[in-house]
């Protein structure tokens, strides 16, 4: 359906007209913003051009918005965590200008991994979802998940003959966040499978892990020692590691509450 071109509209067919345009074109953006953008620039005399480029800047951006909202929904992040959020001050073992300019995401741009090693507590799963967050808001095709869900998945579909499409569809992210990757040992077949994982995305694609052990403790996750020391080359080579420390930021927090409602008892 054409719209009819007329000169001399009212301003009340114009509003019409524009409105229908919108819907037609699919452009919500303008559709919701123009009247307060068109009295605004009206206020502010702007121009033709002017007026036109808020516009079009006006759904750019909400564009741009709701594709970050989809990335960042498409990732399965199990709750909302952000860099502005994060507390550095309650954990000094964390390098917060290794962490902003990470957030910048060159590293998953050159397919690098990061892995983030800590105790409970200690803010690694933060900062695991904060920085798959930023990277989803840049651009970035990102997925999170537990490592022990992964590994179940991969055994599955091995047992149903879909492996391949299942690798495949875990290598083709820009970023895979593994989270609580040494909560329990898994047995050989379980640790080949997570390592045919990481070789599909090695040197192409980024991997970013959270663990509550040191590498020298992985023996217990991955009892095979030399697939332990293949699947750790695979994760450090090239990479950033952050050491969160021991000392857990929740246990301190919920500590200084409980003694706070003490001193005002």
Known sequence: MSIPRQRGLTEQAATAAID?????????????????????????????LGFLSELLLAECDDRARRRSERRIKAAGFPRDKSLRK????????????????????EWIKKGLP??????????????????????????????????TKLVNELVEAADEKQLTKTIAR???VDLLCIDELGYMELDRRGAELLF????EREEKNSVAIASNESFSGWTKTFTDPRLCAAIVDRLTFGGNIIETGTDSYRLAT??????QQLATS
């Open 196 to 199: 045919q994982v990481l070789t």
């Open 114 to 147: 990061l892995c983030l090693i800590g105790d409970s507590g200690t803010g690694k799963s933060h900062l695991l979802i904060a920085l798959g967050t930023e990277a989803a808001m840049a651009g970035y095709r990102v997925k999170y998940v537990l490592a």
């Open 20 to 48: 229908h345009a919108c819907r037609m074109l699919r452009l919500p953006t303008i559709r919701s913003q123009f009247p307060e953008l068109a009295e605004t620039a009206g206020r502010e005399q702007m121009s033709y």
């Open 170 to 172: 875990y290598g083709r």
């Open 86 to 105: 994060f507390d550095f001050d309650a954990n000094p073992n964390i390098d917060a200008a290794m962490v902003h300019t990470l957030a910048k995401c």
């Open 254 to 259: 919920t500590r200084a509450r409980a003694e």
